[in-house]
């Protein structure tokens, strides 16, 4: 892995456990360290925040995290619901061949017997999984503009946290639609497979929305 997406990955991970709050400021050289790589990746790795929306550059001060506000998370969720619902459409009407429906089908049960074992230790493997479901979709897709809007959308710290707090019966419910859209992928339903795919996420924000309620609850950035 380059040493830029070591440090990306490191500070993302810091966000999304506490340990930089919004209005906090990153250390080149703390973040450096605990990556284990020099300050030019780390340099690097915050620009893409910068451009994520994820930190706020100031010249000759640094990096600062940005909080998000409820009115923001809507923001993303409704592009999120457009874009991933327009992903599995182009997947059911692309060529066959293009999407691997064992191998999804194969990750559906993987996250199952994780969360039928229980124990928020598997939430995280959960997530992976979930991560590598979305993205094979997006792949199959075939649109690589998409696959170039999406990876920023999905990778928001708060997004990360939430899931992890997501109950039993929400990850489950989620795991249902998963095995929903490969249902409608197999039938090349596209209809079904998109709304399917839009309930999903839509669900997904009425549970980070019911576990935060309120921009403080969001830590808003107060500028």
Known sequence: MRAAAVAYQAIQRGIAEGDYPPGSWIREDEVAARAGVSRTPVR??????????????????????????????DDIFDLRMMLEGYAVRRVVEAPRGKIDLPALNAMCTEMEQLLDQGGTANHDRIGELAVAFHDALHRASGNRQLMSILPGLNQIPLVHTANRQR??????????????ILEAIAAGDA?????????????????????????????????
């Open 44 to 73: 690097e790795a915050l620009r893409k925040l910068h451009s994520e929306g994820i930190v706020e550059l100031l010249p000759n001060r640094g990096a600062v995290v940005v909080g998000w506000t409820s009115h923001d998370l």
């Open 167 to 180: 109950t039993h019966e929400q990850l489950a419910r989620s795991l249902t639609q998963h095995r929903e």
């Open 191 to 223: 209809d079904w497979a998109e709304a399917v795919m839009r309930a999903h996420v839509r669900a997904a924000r009425t549970a980070l929305r019911n576990q935060n309620p309120g921009p403080a609850g969001l830590h808003a950035h107060q500028a």
